[in-house]
């Protein structure tokens, strides 16, 4: 109600009142997203939390969340298909909107899972698949083919050499790429467990340069890239793609004491500890891989999660650092 009587605003009054509020809120909503379960709460209340959460920029200028989903696992019938399919929508619906996967995955059946999974929405997805076989161009543009045609697309947002084929000539695996990228199947390449050395070899390539990321496997309990690649792709320019960020199958991350106290104090699981250390910086995604939704909503958490340096430094003592 507008008045010019006492206790009450006039017009002049109630606008200058509107103005200050609407410089406020946006500070008031960064200092919640950055609360421990404020996603979950805003995914709850219809709320745009994409503010909060932690991004990644690949050298094209292209931003992706700097949390995804794996997909090793999936279709090997750990769960029925419909349950992983779920878990895979679960995390797109938590902003979780990078997936990667590869042609052997499961035998192809990872692809074909996730592009049920994903029918209906690919323009959300940023999709990241891998190449096996790279013996001559036209076997990687037939593995490219048989791959979109899994996953139910017409291009790829990014295509991976998985590994560092010693038989396979590096100049042909970035020209074909590079044709791939011209003709619309792939928007960006990359490599795979690549060391500094094939790194340098490949940059030394015409276009090889062009490469967007390095997935490497990478975690707390695994920070031998730290050493060397991780400072060699920043200095590049170049995000890393950590894969096993969780350990990986039978490791014992997910049972550590400090990530279960740290987790504890901050209302959140072990996990989420876990993958907001290895995505603490600007230049690593991490990729874990969840067969369950409820897995997948755990970690969730770690896009707004931040640790703070007391927490770092007792990662650190519990896990450090190479020397």
Not at 173 to 192: H, P, Q
């Amino acid at each position: 109600m507008l008045s010019g009587g006492a206790g009450l605003l006039n017009r002049r009054e109630f606008n200058g009142l509107c103005g200050a509020l609407s410089s406020w809120l946006p500070a008031v909503s960064a200092m919640f997203t950055g609360l421990p379960g404020a996603s979950a709460f805003a995914a709850a209340n219809g709320v745009d939390s994409n503010a909060g959460r932690r991004t990644v920029k690949f050298p094209d200028g292209t931003i992706v969340p700097a949390l995804g989903q794996g997909s090793w696992h999936l279709g090997e019938e750990r769960h029925p298909a419909a349950v992983e399919e779920e878990a895979l929508r679960t995390g797109l619906s938590l902003g979780m909107t990078l997936i990667d996967t590869a042609e052997g995955y499961s035998n192809g059946r990872s692809e074909e899972l996730i592009g049920r999974a994903i029918a209906g929405q690919r323009d959300r997805v940023f999709l990241v698949s891998k190449v096996d076989h790279m013996t001559t161009g036209d076997a990687i543009a037939r593995a490219c083919e048989a791959s979109l045609a899994r996953l139910g697309t017409e291009h790829l947002d990014l295509y991976l050499a998985h590994w560092r084929d010693r038989g396979a000539d590096l100049s042909i695996i970035v020209t074909a790429f590079e044709s791939l990228r011209t003709a619309g199947k792939i928007r960006a390449w990359g490599v795979s467990n690549f060391s500094v050395r094939d790194m340098e070899e490949l940059f030394h390539i015409p276009h090889g340069d062009r490469c967007a990321t390095n997935q490497v496997p990478y975690n707390i309990g695994d920070r031998r890239i730290e050493n060397d690649l991780l400072p060699w792709c920043e200095q590049h320019g170049m995000p890393v793609m950590a894969y096993s960020p969780l350990g990986g199958p039978g490791a014992s991350l997910l049972r550590d004491p400090t990530l279960a106290q740290i987790g504890a104090t901050r209302g959140c699981s072990a996990a989420a500890v876990a993958l907001a250390w290895t995505i603490r910086s600007s230049n690593v995604i991490a990729i874990p891989e969840s067969g369950l939704a409820v897995h997948v909503k755990e970690n969730a958490v770690a896009l707004t999660l931040t640790l703070t340096p007391q927490e770092l430094q007792t990662l650190d003592a519990a896990y450090p650092p190479p020397h």
